[in-house]
């Protein structure tokens, strides 16, 4: 057929659109403006029986879900689903009962939020686009998922649609330290099981010296078709009967039963920096279990405790204590002698100090992680009464308290009078 001038037709929901298809194509603006769906922006109206209508959730040609809500890139959970709620009210088939195209913008409007709300969804169409979401409508009838890496790129994205990838063979470890450990850095062993390749048939599952049949599961190509989940393209990926290797061997090894690899111990050290916080993680690429012989090993992450000291705690990268004083010190200050992870700090006491202030020694605290220099150790004072007086001290601590008046306890008189004004 020749080629046909752009032209406007009408919908039976009386939206007009263009005909595109022979309309050179313009660039897209780098940030359009989102419009919210009405009914000047709809999609063409689909009978319920056309392969359009049939469709669950997605249509053949998925819009922009941001465009079609009226949102932003960057907005949140309550901004969508308040512009879903608004659309939804507005476009509902039974708040429109004469108007035909009602259902394909009602779909349309679903179908935007069940890819935004669902944060996995969101996700793959901001890295992918519409196209992960779209139906087959020709080209290419399956898709490899080993040409792509599927374990690398496409596996988060699978897993959004409850596609399962398989185990990439990552091991979690937990490592103890001691509070004195996870400030000043230490080295670990850490020993834990993991799946390598059997030494015995070097990963080929076979019994040395055993012959090898073609896999009846894939006909020996090593590569399987199947489809599952939205996914518009039937997917390929290996053979699990064969591992991908298209051949099965007729004696399977002893040492593995067939599997290619063997489960084993291994020890290894690790360093961990100086600063280290309760919780946080180490990732030790390769150290992993393998879950095909063919495959690199997972990563081994080594999430990190710090048990409790009896003495010093963390604030970040402050390292807080806390430290007695006599009533003397406190009122006429002084210099005391305070505990650190490297040995005992001086650090002078101001007069008039009231229990509960804080002292800062500088640099004396935790490694920053990712900046140079450390926090300081926070010296928290607490003051300390005596409990058994002499005749001569009751009468001193009297003849100073008669001394002093109102004035020995200003906090006292501060609440005293606060309490006043709240009585009236």
Excluded at 281 to 307: C, F, N
């Amino acid at each position: 057929m020749g080629a046909r001038s752009s032209r406007r037709r009408s919908l039976p929901s009386g939206v007009l659109i263009q005909d595109q298809r022979n309309v050179p194509s313009r660039a897209a603006p780098s940030e359009p403006r989102k419009r919210p769906l009405t009914r000047r922006n709809a999609l063409p109206h689909r009978s319920p029986g056309s392969a359009a209508g049939r469709s669950a959730c997605y249509a053949e040609v998925v819009r922009d879900p941001y465009e079609v809500l009226g949102v932003d890139r960057s907005a949140n959970q309550s901004e969508i689903r308040s512009a879903f709620r608004r659309l939804a009210a507005e476009h509902h088939p039974d708040k429109n009962p004469g108007d035909p195209g009602a259902q394909a913008r009602f779909t349309a409007i679903n179908a935007a939020y069940q890819i935004l709300h669902d944060e996995e969804k969101r996700r793959a169409y901001d890295r992918f686009g519409p196209a992960v979401f779209e139906r087959a409508g020709g080209g290419a009838d399956f898709v490899d998922l080993g040409a792509f890496g599927l374990d690398g790129l496409f596996g988060d994205l699978l897993g959004a649609f409850g596609i399962r990838t398989g185990d990439r063979g990552d091991i979690r470890e937990r490592v103890s330290l001691t509070f004195e450990e996870s400030v000043l850095g230490c080295s670990k062993e850490l020993s834990y099981q993991r799946f390598d390749t059997c030494g015995r048939c070097s990963g080929g599952g076979g019994e040395p010296g055993s012959r090898s049949e073609t896999c009846r599961a894939c006909g020996g190509r090593g590569r399987v078709r199947f489809q599952q989940g939205v996914l518009p393209l039937p997917i390929e990926r290996a053979c699990s009967a064969c591992r991908g290797i298209g051949s099965i061997p007729t004696l399977a090894c002893s040492e593995c039963s067939g599997r290619g690899l063997t489960k084993s111990s291994r020890t290894l050290e690790v360093s961990l920096p100086a600063g280290i916080e309760d919780g946080a993680t180490r990732v030790v690429e390769g150290a992993g279990s393998r879950t095909r012989s063919d495959r690199p090993p997972g990563d081994l992450e080594i999430s990190v405790r710090v048990e409790a000291h009896p003495f010093f705690s963390r604030e970040g990268d402050d390292i807080v204590c806390a430290v007695p004083i006599t009533f003397a010190v406190a009122t006429l200050g002084g210099e005391i002698e305070v505990p650190s992870l490297k040995g005992k700090l001086k650090v002078r006491v101001p007069p008039s100090t009231q229990p509960g202030s804080t002292l800062r020694i500088k640099g004396k605290g935790a490694p920053h992680r990712y900046r140079s220099g450390n926090g300081d150790q926070l010296v928290r004072v607490g003051v300390e009464i005596p409990t058994h007086l002499s005749d001569r001290a009751r009468a001193l601590i009297e003849d100073l308290g008669r001394e002093l008046g109102e004035d020995v306890q200003p906090q006292q008189r501060t609440f005293v009078e606060k309490l006043k004004d709240l009585l009236g």
